[in-house]
């Protein structure tokens, strides 16, 4: 890396540039290749034409002044700045030499000016691959408690899944503020079963696809709006995949609004609306909507980093048009939580979440699920949803990596939730889990993954499953989240008596027990 000297990108443009534009004052040329592909460490700037640094301009003819420089002062190659760092009258600007510094350092320099550079165009993504079998002989099946809103991960993932996230970067004009930006981003996920290739389980889904502008406001440089389809300042545990508030869908808003000091944190608001095409639903009112209002104050200075959330929602129903004199009823809900991260915890952070909600809002999601006065006889409480409905969550994650050789994520929760159909429509849910991972090199590890999930419901089977796997991993670096990863898994799963005929899938329906192994590829980018 030695001699390589970073240049400052040209300036771009949402439209055309004139044929000649005018030089930018933060423009530098690069050194010049040497024959083995490395700069000459003290080679100057290319200067343009017309132009001489003020090292290589001749001297005029008149006399000398009185007092010289001392003779043995030379002249360095390169350009010197003058006091305050500025270039010399007469010398073009140049970007610092890395000659001096280590190989990584160098990179990292480099990482960080590429990062600083306006992209107009972004490729961003997350995928997961892989083929399993049970302990048959047969295709894998997961394990997964019923009643439970998710399920331990590592080695007992079945499908391929990814997302493809393509940002596009409208390029501020030079009259233009830095802090102005526009953007457009659209993600498209792709899920299949892991049958074989050309199968007809692929399915394609648009996820986002918004417009994001900010740095308008001269005073609010980080204030943003944006409109269309998203996924909204989701907050998840990756072990579990479980998104534990993620108000995503259609709608538009606004962030990153700074209401005093940046320990005072900044406000954000969003509205967001999710309807259904079941003809069966629709009313004198059209088809009916869930409307969200959802508003936050993030980044909160509070001994960590706190935030606090408050949303309402309302389910807009009518008079039915088929059947004739029935109604869809209309629905309130409401929701509000709390979550506190303690960053840098151990290398890593740990993270506190308490929510409730009530009515359409029990989800802490946009999701549209249709609205009842009563459960019919043929229809589970979760279902529906209800007035009287309400969910009360509690919830630790924590990430830790106390030394190179030693990581580890784990995750309790504990959730009760009336669906407020009736009298038995209570659940209640308790996960408890971890992933500690051996890091043997910067490449080479071993992660073990347990998990348990008890739940307790009125209206299903109530009992625990336990899941066990461990999975050797070669990944890129040393660190919980290194990816890319590639893995070879061995689950072991077992639960209780309720939970037999209905966990485990058809391999093991009328047994208490049941194995996965397998390969698997994860990577995000």
């Known amino acids: 890396m030695g001699g390589v000297a970073l240049a400052a990108p040209p300036p771009l443009l949402w439209q055309q540039q004139s044929e000649e534009p005018a030089a930018s004052p933060e423009e530098s040329t690069a050194s010049e290749e040497g024959d083995a592909g490395q700069a000459p460490a003290n080679k100057a700037a290319k200067q343009p034409k017309g132009k001489k640094t003020a090292q290589a301009e001749e001297q005029p003819a008149e006399e000398p002044p009185a007092e010289e420089a001392p003779p043995a002062e030379q002249p360095s190659d390169e350009p010197q700045p003058s006091e ?4 010399q009258e007469g010398q073009e600007e140049t970007a610092p030499s890395m000659a001096h510094l280590p190989e990584e350092q160098a990179r990292k320099m480099i990482r960080e000016e590429m990062d600083k550079a306006q992209k107009p165009f972004e490729y961003h993504g997350y995928v ?40 596009n970067n409208w390029l501020r004009p030079e009259t233009a503020a830095e802090s102005v930006f526009f953007k457009t981003e659209i993600l498209l996920t792709f899920v299949t079963a892991n049958n074989s290739n050309f199968d007809a389980s692929d399915v394609f889904t648009i996820r986002e696809a918004f417009g994001q502008a900010g740095g308008f406001i001269a005073s609010k440089p980080d204030f943003k709006v944006w409109a269309g389809q998203r996924y909204y300042h989701r907050h998840d545990t990756h072990i579990h995949d479980y998104f534990y508030l993620s108000m995503s869908g259609y709608g538009g808003g606004f962030e990153d609004l700074k209401i005093g000091s940046d320990a005072a944190g900044k406000l954000a608001g969003g509205y967001f609306g999710a309807s259904t095409n079941d003809p069966l639903q629709l009313t004198d009112n059209g088809r009916p909507v869930k409307h969200v209002l959802d508003l936050r104050l993030e980044d909160v200075h509070l001994a960590g980093m706190a935030t606090f959330w ?14 004739a004199g029935a109604e869809l009823p209309s629905i309130n809900g409401f929701a509000a939580g709390a979550l506190h991260t303690i960053p840098e915890f151990m290398g890593g952070f740990n993270k506190i979440v308490l929510q409730y909600g009530t009515g359409a809002l029990i989800d802490y999601d946009v999701f549209y699920r249709q609205p009842a006065d009563e459960l019919p006889t043929d229809a589970a409480p ?40 009736n009298n038995n429509s209570k659940e209640t849910w308790f996960s408890l889990g971890g992933r500690p991972t051996i890091h043997f090199t ?14 307790d419901s009125d209206f299903g089977p109530s009992d625990y499953l336990t899941k066990l796997t461990i999975a050797p991993q070669v990944q890129a670096g040393r660190t919980f989240w290194g990816r890319p990863a590639i893995r070879a898994y061995f689950t072991y799963a077992f639960w209780g008596e309720e939970f037999e005929g209905v966990a485990g899938g058809p391999t093991y329906l009328n047994d208490k027990a049941g194995i996965g192994a397998g390969l698997q590829m994860e990577s995000w980018w």
């Open 84 to 87: 305050g760092g500025e270039a």
């Open 128 to 167: 997961r691959s892989g083929f399993g079998i049970n302990g048959k002989g047969g295709d894998q099946d997961t394990f997964q408690a019923p009643g439970a809103g998710a399920k331990y991960r590592l080695g007992n993932e079945t499908e391929t899944y990814g997302e493809a996230i393509f940002v």
């Open 310 to 323: 408050l949303a309402g929602s309302r389910f807009q129903g009518g008079d039915l048009v088929d059947p």
């Open 382 to 421: 979760n279902s529906l949803a209800f007035e009287d409905a309400w969910r009360f969550r509690a919830l630790d994650a924590i990430v830790i990596q106390p030394s190179p050789m030693f990581s580890f994520m784990g995750t309790a929760l504990f959730q009760m939730t009336d669906y407020g159909a």
């Open 442 to 455: 910067d490449y080479t590890l071993l992660a073990f993954e347990a998990g348990i999930d008890y739940v």
